[in-house]
């Protein structure tokens, strides 16, 4: 890895426990948080590409599970993978990953309606693909309650794409940071 490289993985790595200062809105029904974090791997994976957007996110992760509180509200620690959101949360580095390679497959041929749907395949359903099930799991609930709860999650999961694309799409005219494969 290069010093840039290294540069994008802390800076998005940060960039996603600075969002967990915004405070969190957890669902009773699935008691797994809505927070602003995962716009931070929508956005790694979006400006910082495939391998440097997935390594920030994999940092990130071993940070919260060595005991940082840099989720939502503080908590840090492994129970917050062993909990009912864990899903969601280890899915950010296969997501963050996932986006950017997307994005650097499709980098001359972006739109504003594709980079929302790279961002709804690799920052919404890939999570959920995961994150239903485990919270099924680990909250002792049929994968149809946990659906029907998660569903919740869906309207700021809108909101943060519109977001994710407005902020992407200004970074990079204003600083490429993305080669196209």
Known sequence: MSTRDIVFVALFAALTAAL????????PVV????TAQSMGVMLAGAIAGARRGGAAL??????VCA???LMAGGRGGLGIVMGPGGGFVLMWPVA????????????RTLTVWKEALILVLGGVVLTYAVG????????????????IGSAWFLPGDA???????????????????????
Not at 20 to 27: I, Q, S, W
Not at 132 to 147: F, G, S, T
Not at 166 to 181: D, E, F, K, M, S
């Open 20 to 27: 967990g200062l915004f405070p969190p809105v957890t669902l």
């Open 31 to 34: 008691g797994v948080p809505i």
């Open 58 to 63: 994999a940092l990130f992760v071993v940070l």
């Open 67 to 69: 005991g940082l509180p």
């Open 96 to 107: 963050a990953f996932v986006i950017g390679f997307l994005y650097e497959r499709s980098l």
């Open 132 to 147: 239903i099930p485990w919270i099924a799991a680990v909250a002792r609930v049929d994968l149809m309650k946990a659906a």
């Open 159 to 181: 909101v943060k794409v519109v977001l994710a694309v407005l902020i992407a799409r200004a970074v990079r005219r204003a600083y490429p940071t993305l080669q196209a494969r």
